[in-house]
């Protein structure tokens, strides 16, 4: 995406907002990204500043002291945060441990007014895929809220790229479906897709990182209004990702996936260190994920792969982890 494609949306715009949506930043780019987010999803859609923000502001503002939040123990720290926020009850159940999430809601939910239950669909740090059928099974059991956050998914899954609730064909099912702009999209922001428009008004008025925010620069909301026009479109480039990511799994002898992130867990964080270091010196950024961004004793290398890569570009990096798993086994 370079700036000459970004001057058609722009006529003498200043680069900053100058103030929050609510007072004087509702920019007509605002409304024509979420229009054009609205017609993807076929649902209400309201951009945020940043996928934290959406996160802290969204859960803060749906749930209160008299409800619970049952989370996955490997969501992000922005969840995290907005649950504390919220003042609600916080379960944290094992990683895609489900048997888990249901004897929770089982014992728990009765004592609460609302429920809500947070996931990524595909997790930042380890790749995977959340069993999207079975918590909507769980939510309509137990009468909760279901929020996915699938900031690593939009872009790269689903027909269009909207991401793995597209994919599955439950998007309508999905209570609150948040994706991000900063990875896949290549630009920066976020957004959250509602079941009703009433929902929508409610999080412009109460969600506090929404209405006491600066509002998106002008540029950066071309950005996004192009990526959206173009995303869709790129079921090529999503094709040859999924088969680059299964590619690189087998030969590491990872665990099958086909998403582009790829984790090589080495256990301690200074061997993680060390074989970052040692493959940024031949020429490839893969940063090393410690603790406690990660739990104790797995930390890894985390592998991000584009469309844009090929076999041939990653055979010199499947060599030097190789290399260096086989020494320091």
Do not use: W
């Not at 949506?21 to 945020?48: C, D, I, K, M």
């Not at 502001?57 to 992000?76: E, N, P, Q, T, Y």
């Not at 597209?166 to 959250?192: H, I, P, Q």
């Amino acid at each position: 995406m370079a700036l000459e494609d970004l001057l058609p949306l722009l006529s003498e715009e200043a680069f900053g907002a100058g103030a929050a949506r609510l007072l004087s930043g509702n920019h007509a780019l605002y409304e024509q990204v979420e229009t054009r987010l609205e017609e993807l999803y076929g649902r209400p859609a309201l951009v945020f500043n940043s996928g934290y923000l959406a996160n802290l502001g969204i859960i803060s503002a749906l749930c209160g002291r008299h409800d619970a939040i049952f989370a996955d123990k490997l969501v992000h720290a922005s969840i995290i945060d907005g649950a504390r926020l919220s003042g609600a009850r916080l379960f944290r159940f094992p990683h895609q441990d489900y048997e888990a999430l249901e004897r929770l809601l089982a014992k728990k939910r009765p004592s609460f007014r609302r429920a809500l239950i947070v996931t990524e669909s595909v997790f930042s740090m380890d790749g995977d895929k959340v069993d999207l059928k079975m918590l909507l099974t769980l939510k309509e059991r137990y009468g909760a809220f279901l929020f996915l956050d699938e900031a690593h998914a939009v872009g790269v899954l689903g027909e269009r790229g909207l991401g793995l609730a597209e994919e599955e064909g439950l998007g309508e099912k999905v209570d609150l479906l948040l994706g991000t702009c900063g990875k896949a999209l290549g630009s920066y922001g976020a957004f959250v897709v509602v079941s009703k428009r009433v929902l929508k008004d409610y999080l412009v008025n109460k969600a506090r990182s929404f209405v006491f925010t600066t509002a998106l620069p002008p540029v950066v909301l071309a950005a996004t209004s192009l990526a959206l026009k173009l995303v869709p479109g790129m079921r090529g480039e999503r094709r040859h990702l999924r088969e680059l990511s299964s590619f690189l799994r087998q030969e590491l002898s990872l665990p099958p996936g086909d998403t582009p992130i790829v984790p090589v867990i080495v256990g301690e964080a200074e061997k993680a260190l060390s074989l970052s270091r040692r493959l940024r010196e031949r020429g490839f950024y893969v940063p090393a994920i410690r603790p406690p961004t990660v739990p104790e004793n797995t930390a890894r290398i985390r592998i991000s792969l584009t469309a844009l890569h090929t076999r041939q570009d990653l055979a010199p990096l499947i060599k030097e982890i190789k290399g260096f798993l086989s020494e320091n086994s």
